[in-house]
């Protein structure tokens, strides 16, 4: 069974930062990409930034510049740091695990969510 768990959700004012961490654990055979998406309130989830296991990082252009992304191949960890924080990046945050492809189905895991509320 896998677990993916995330952590450093909160309560930030406008222009502060957050660092947002994903832990994946139990039995996965690879992981071909993390990521985190988000969703708001009435709207539809949308990714965040992703990073593949080769190191190429992709971004939210609504992002770019204040949010990178990084990960700790060895502990199975991605982390998202949040900086100048506004408050259309209030959503609840989730990470996201690709595996691959096993017998012709996509093999993905999302962990729980975390809150980020940014208060003007």
């Known amino acids: 069974q896998v677990h993916v768990v995330e952590s450093g959700g909160g309560l930030v004012q406008v222009g502060e930062s957050l660092r947002l961490s994903c832990t994946v654990s139990?039995?996965?055979?690879?992981?071909?990409?993390m990521g985190w998406y988000r969703q708001a309130p009435g709207k539809q989830r949308e990714l965040v930034a992703r990073i593949t296991g080769g190191g190429s990082v992709d971004y939210a252009d609504s992002v770019k510049g204040r949010f990178t992304i990084s990960g700790d191949h060895a502990k199975n960890t991605i982390y998202l740091q949040m900086n100048g924080l506004k408050p259309e990046d209030t959503a609840v945050y989730y990470c996201?695990?690709?595996?691959?492809?096993?017998?012709?189905?996509?093999?993905?895991?999302w962990g729980q969510g975390t809150q980020v509320t940014v208060s003007s």
């Open positions: 139990g039995t996965i055979f690879s992981i071909n990409t």
């Open positions: 996201y695990v690709y595996s691959g492809i096993y017998a012709g189905t996509p093999v993905d895991y």
